[in-house]
């Protein structure tokens, strides 16, 4: 009878890779037995372990663990991890990997340096067993768990890896887990990128991206996704703004039109590149541009000078574009004058010529407004002399 279980095989042999079947959880270890008896606890549990009653090892094991604690001899602290190996294979049989590797690590803390390489070795067999089950496990979940499940077998390569730091098989799986977790990652985020779920794929990309284990190569290709939720997502609100367009919900559409605004502006320079953060911008100035010009055409100059005067704020737009929106902006400005100019002049004639003051004080101030956007004083030539003749109206004198 041996005094602990030794070595167990390594699974399916010394070369199994991940692509080979796993033996079934609900086979043990095989144990190899050295020359020499051991107490009766320890071949009382290992009868039991031999026989797979492996809810037995634990309960009897555990049992016999605590009436052995605080006993200090050689031959105690020998038998203690002996018993906690044997617990451990059985918890591991029954699936309980957390509890086989707490029982094993207690068997590597209990036993005299001679015998605390066997226990470390029982303790990298389990970790290659979880690992591997875990890998195989992880094809069946969705895109988004794999990611989580492939983590946690790669952390059991290292806890095996940790108690045998040379192990070749531990240190394939590790690789094989990698490898892995960067293909689930790169489905998770392309799955979430087609539902258009794009806050969600920019979470998964930054995580994987945070990882300092992740290859350059790798990471080239995930900041390109990670450029595409912007310029994604940035599209998808202008689309929402057109559809709002026509069916005539304009403030809807406006505030799709800021959303995506707001969104360009918090992007980084290194997660959009200047072609592709141009390419955004030019949706955006047609958004807004087609906005303010609808409301134009209806004769609503009011309501259609912000979206017109956003447009104007995108640079690289190009001088034509620039152009035809500085024309539209002016449309916009000697609208509002003429509009504003015949409610003064009737609030004036009613006797209120101090609201009409105040109006056209603030009349003067907004047409002024368009210099400060890029206009120039001969595009504003019409809007301004509309100004001027009002305010003479009202005795203003050369105020406007």
Not at 24 to 32: F, H, M
């Amino acid at each position: 009878m041996p005094p602990a279980p030794t070595d167990p095989a390594p699974l399916g042999g010394a070369g199994t890779t991940l692509g080979q079947p796993l033996r079934a959880r609900s086979d043990p270890p095989e144990i190899e037995v050295k020359p020499r008896r051991d107490s009766p606890l320890v071949e009382t549990c290992f009868a039991l372990y031999q026989e797979k009653r492996f809810d037995e090892v634990v309960s009897v094991g555990e049992e016999m663990l605590a009436k052995l604690r605080g006993e200090s001899t050689t031959s105690s602290s020998h038998e203690v991890a002996a018993l906690w190996s044997v617990v451990g294979l059985a918890k591991q049989a029954l699936g309980d990997d957390d509890g086989a590797q707490a029982a094993l690590e207690s068997s590597i803390d209990a036993a005299s340096e001679a015998e605390r390489a066997t226990y470390r070795r029982h303790l990298a067999t389990l970790a290659l067993d979880a690992a591997q089950a875990r890998l195989a496990r992880a094809g069946s979940h969705d895109a988004g768990d794999r990611v989580a499940a492939i983590r946690t077998a790669i952390a059991w390569t290292e806890r095996g890896l940790a108690a045998v730091p040379s192990d070749p098989a531990l240190t394939d799986a590790r690789e094989a887990g990698h490898a892995a977790l960067w293909q689930a990652y790169e489905q998770a985020a392309s799955s979430l990128v087609q539902r258009q779920e794009f806050s969600g794929a920019r979470l998964i990309l930054h995580e994987a991206l945070d990882d300092p284990t992740l290859p350059a190569a790798r990471a080239a290709g995930f900041r390109g996704l990670l450029s595409g939720t912007f310029s994604g997502e940035i599209g998808q609100l202008t689309a929402q703004a057109i559809l709002y367009m026509q069916e005539a919900r304009e403030p809807e559409a406006l505030g799709a039109l800021q959303r995506a605004e707001e969104l360009l502006e918090s992007i980084s320079p290194e997660a959009l590149p200047p072609t592709r953060r141009d390419e955004v911008a030019q949706r955006l100035w047609w958004g807004y541009a087609e906005l303010g010009s609808r409301r134009l055409e209806a004769g609503d100059y009011e309501e259609a000078l912000d979206p017109l005067v956003h447009a104007l704020r995108f640079d690289s737009i190009g001088p034509d574009r620039q152009a035809e929106t500085r024309a539209a902006v002016v449309r916009a400005l000697e609208g509002i004058a003429a509009v504003r100019a015949l409610s003064i002049r009737r609030l004036a004639e009613a006797g209120g010529r101090d609201e009409a003051i105040v109006g056209a004080e603030e009349l003067r101030a907004l047409v002024k407004r368009g210099l400060d956007v890029g206009l120039t004083e001969d595009q504003l030539i019409a809007a301004f002399a509309r100004v001027r003749r009002l305010c003479e109206e009202l005795g203003m004198g050369d105020r406007a």
